[in-house]
């Protein structure tokens, strides 16, 4: 079956640390891939997707990320972490004839520390 | 402007009680779902609708109930077939659902459910 995994539940970086978010989906179809932020209490927020094209994606707010194929990754990256930065992010990814339904990863919980 | 919007909030259940959760869209979209979000299980679908009057079951859809007489909108109603109803459920809707796999899922607020 197809699935998604963010390795970590909880990172925990500095402000002005570099983010690293971790996402390896398990496929032997190239996915379409996304990334949601999600606040308290809030709805997800789209911060980038890939679907084809260029593999280093830039998305809202100074992230971006890279698929790779052969690692099957989209991990998340950010150079300067911002304590508005602090939320749960979610990877998620489609199929072409798989009438878009998304299936995420469990969530990373980002904590930004002064 | 436009959006997702959910209501209520938030939503007590008795024991027993069906309750139903309002999701309405002005995007013009033509798929709509609903997720269920626990804590530490990410996102996990339970219904949606590519077309009016059209939906299919998806992961976790025992317990659930939904409609789709209009285009913008999509209740979902929680039967007391639900035997842990508890969390936080969200809707989104994107354009093409059937053929759009890469486009963009957007999501309303949110309503969570708790139960008396």
């Known amino acids: 079956a197809q699935s998604v995994t963010q390795l970590g539940s909880h990172v925990s970086v500095s402000e002005g640390a570099l983010v690293l978010l971790r996402c390896n989906y398990s496929?032997?179809?190239?996915?379409?891939l996304f990334w949601y932020v999600q606040y308290p209490n809030q709805g997800l927020q789209l911060l980038l997707k890939y679907t084809t094209g260029a593999t280093l994606v830039k998305g809202i707010n100074g992230f971006e990320a890279e698929f790779k194929k052969s690692e099957t990754s989209f991990h998340l990256t950010k150079p300067s972490a911002h304590m508005s930065d602090a939320a749960e992010y979610f990877c998620a990814v489609s199929y072409s004839g798989n009438t878009g339904k998304l299936i995420f990863g469990q969530g990373t919980t980002l904590q930004v520390k002064p | 402007d436009g959006g997702i919007t959910q209501s209520p909030k938030y939503l007590f259940r008795k024991e027993g009680q069906n309750v139903t959760l309002s999701c309405e869209q002005n995007?013009?979209?033509?798929?709509m779902y609903w997720y269920r979000q626990d804590p530490g299980q990410g996102l996990r679908l339970i219904y949606y609708?590519?077309?009016?009057?059209?939906?299919q079951k998806g992961d976790i859809a025992e317990g659930y109930s939904v409609s789709r007489e209009k285009k913008e909108s999509f209740p979902l109603t929680v039967t007391s077939a639900q035997k842990n109803p508890t969390a936080f459920y969200l809707c989104?809707?994107?354009?093409?659902?059937?053929?759009?796999?890469?486009?963009?899922?957007?999501f309303g607020a949110g309503t969570r459910l708790s139960v008396l």
């Open positions: 609708s590519q077309i009016v009057n059209d939906f």
């Open positions: 496929s032997s179809v190239p996915p379409y």
């Open positions: 995007l013009n979209h033509d798929a």
């Open positions: 989104a809707s994107s354009s093409y659902g059937g053929l759009g796999a890469k486009n963009i899922q957007y």
